[in-house]
């Protein structure tokens, strides 16, 4: 499996635009119970991964 990768310099406006062109969006966080691979990823989805 591959994915694209990018780096933005405005998270809230690329957020935006994604929503916008009906791109679902995805947050990671490190305390939860749910694993990356319990997503439905049968869609176009958007994964945020902040450092």
């Known amino acids: 499996m591959h994915m694209k ?4 310099n405005n998270i809230n406006e690329t ?3 994604l929503k916008e062109q009906g791109i679902w969006i995805c947050g ?6 749910k ?3 319990d997503q439905d990823y049968n869609m176009p989805i958007c ?3 902040r450092k």
């Open 47 to 49: 994964i945020v991964i």
């Open 28 to 33: 990671t966080d490190m305390n939860t119970d």
């Open 15 to 17: 957020i935006k635009y």
């Open 5 to 8: 990768i990018a780096r933005v």
């Open 35 to 37: 694993e990356y691979y």
